[in-house]
């Protein structure tokens, strides 16, 4: 796997919605919509040298100054200074293994029991504001959630930013996950299934539905990073291989 087309992809994916704003070896991504997700630094593409703490705090005084969390993502095997620089400045750094499926790697077909169905969502589901509450309720390790809404998503998945699929049991939503095309590169985000519906090959049906729709699409290199080497094995029953190592910093 080239990592010079995962970083490529990591440098794009925010700009539609997002400005860039160089600050030293990194690229602060600031929201266009304040009421939308806010976003994180990386470093440059290309930049080759070592990360100081100063480098670091420069960054993080002007997301304080935007009133956004501090957060850093970067790909430690070609950023390896960085992480020792985050932690000295201050921040919690978790590695994630980063995985990616092979170019034309065959897709297993999970056989989930007969009352679960998963499928892809359009901005104007009946069903999207249930599927993204199972979503959340799904990484608040929950199995019930309120309505929140649908926020920015019917807007993403209008323009083709975001694809979305759900997955019901019964009729009802159970969890579901995403995937952002940026050209012929995306990452698969967001999969998750409430912890009552765990067990039955539901991430799996989710993560092959979403492989196959980018591939659909023409999309040749697709990627994700797993939460731990427990997850990462779930989505190595796909077909994902470990390519490197994703990470997050933040403050606790």
């Not at 390896?80 to 620089?85: K, S, Y």
């Not at 999207?128 to 920015?152: C, N, R």
């Not at 092959?208 to 990627?223: K, S």
Request: net charge negative; glycine share 10%; with cysteine.
């Amino acid at each position: 796997m080239n990592l010079e087309v995962i970083e490529e992809y990591y440098d794009a994916a925010p700009r539609p919605l997002a400005a860039v704003e160089e600050i030293g070896f990194f690229n602060l991504f600031v929201r266009n919509d304040p009421t939308g997700w806010p976003y994180y630094a990386r470093p440059r593409l290309g930049v080759v040298g070592r990360f100081t703490v100063d480098d670091i705090s420069a960054v993080l005084a002007r997301q304080a100054t935007l009133g956004d969390p501090a957060a850093l993502e970067w790909v430690h095997e070609v950023t390896p200074t960085l992480r020792d620089a985050a932690q000295a400045a201050g921040l919690v750094v978790e590695s994630c293994p980063l995985l990616a499926l092979p170019r034309g790697s065959e897709l297993p077909t999970p056989n989930p029991p007969a009352r679960h169905h998963v499928e892809r969502l359009t901005a104007d589901s009946p069903r999207l504001a249930d599927v993204l509450g199972a979503i959340g309720a799904a990484f608040s390790e929950v199995d019930t959630w309120s309505d929140s809404g649908t926020g920015p998503w019917p807007g993403l998945l209008s323009a083709g930013l975001t694809r979305l699929v759900g997955a019901f049991e019964s009729g009802v939503a159970v969890g579901g996950g995403s995937h952002s095309p940026r050209g012929t590169t995306t990452e698969l985000t967001g999969i998750g299934v409430l912890p009552k519906a765990r067990g039955q090959s539901i991430g799996r049906v989710i993560t092959a539905l979403l492989a196959e729709d980018a591939r659909a699409l023409g999309v040749e290199t697709i990627f994700l990073s797993a939460q731990d080497d427990a997850v990462a094995r779930v989505y190595a029953r796909v077909g994902f291989e470990s390519v490197a190592t994703a990470c997050i910093a933040s403050r606790l």
